[in-house]
């Protein structure tokens, strides 16, 4: 008996579970198109840091850790197959840190159908 042969290559597993439009759904300084954010980003960042990531799924301290904000940021950008580099994830974070955690908590709320555009 004889091995089939490989004529083909399986491609690159993607992570795009979602819809993939390569841009985020709102723009960093979009605070007021969801006040609950907005408002809970002002009184208490950290408090909106773990509500985001426990929302994402992931343990509620990631946003509290360094270099989590950023995990959490790339994590997202590959899982919703948003356009952007690690790089890019990090200085985002790193200088508009509470507007780019404003900006992942209401993509999650928009990808989980918690609110609309």
Not at 41 to 62: F, H, I, Q
Not at 72 to 95: E, W
């Amino acid at each position: 008996m004889s091995n089939p042969v490989v004529t083909h290559q399986p491609g690159a597993g993607g992570y795009g579970t979602n819809v993939q439009t390569g841009e985020w759904s709102t723009g960093l300084c979009s605070c007021c198109s969801d006040l609950l954010v907005c408002a809970l980003g002002c009184v208490c960042p950290m408090a909106l840091s773990c509500y985001t990531a426990n929302k994402y799924g992931e343990n509620c301290c990631l946003g509290c850790v360094p270099g989590g904000l950023t995990a959490m940021r790339t994590h997202m950008r590959l899982t919703y197959g948003i356009q952007g580099t690690v790089c890019n994830d990090a200085l985002m974070t790193f200088f508009c840190g509470l507007c780019e955690v404003c900006r992942m908590a209401r993509e999650i709320r928009i990808r989980n159908g918690e609110m609309s555009l």
